[in-house]
């Protein structure tokens, strides 16, 4: 039976021992992250993304406070792996402190930055296709 608990999570009951805490912790674990995003104060993105421009540290820092766990769950979403995800996160970000400019609103950063995001992606795999299977020619001819 299905019900929901004081704060609004949802909980499956079944008489299992600790069952029902199990399986009410995620929802409460996504809601309170849920919450977390929509009670973020907006910065000022015209303004933040101008002192970006600038080479501003603290912008930086503030965008990267802002925008690394959302971006970090988009490559999450987009490449279904963890260790693929953080080198194209890295990557994204590099190019987000090389390509800085001055954006109007929130959506237009957040398509740039998805923009960037997906061809740090192709540029990984590509990168993973590219490496040979034995780096040099000596390595190969050991294997015969």
Known sequence: ???????NSL?????????????CLP??????ARLQDDFRITPDIPLLTAQM?????????????LYFNR???????LTGNEETAREAL?????????????????AALWSWLTVLARSSVIDESRKASTLP????PFFSAQRG
């Open 133 to 136: 299977l034995f780096p040099h």
């Open 11 to 23: 909980c499956v009951s079944i008489d299992a021992g600790n069952f029902f805490t199990a399986r």
């Open 90 to 106: 890295q990557l994204t970000l590099l190019r987000v402190a090389r390509h800085a400019k001055k954006f109007e609103s929130e």
């Open 53 to 65: 421009a600038k080479g501003d540290e603290a912008a930086y820092r503030e965008f990267y406070e």
């Open 1 to 7: 039976m299905e019900n929901l608990s004081k704060n």
């Open 71 to 77: 971006l970090l769950r988009y490559l999450l979403v």
């Open 27 to 32: 929802i409460l674990m996504t809601d309170a």
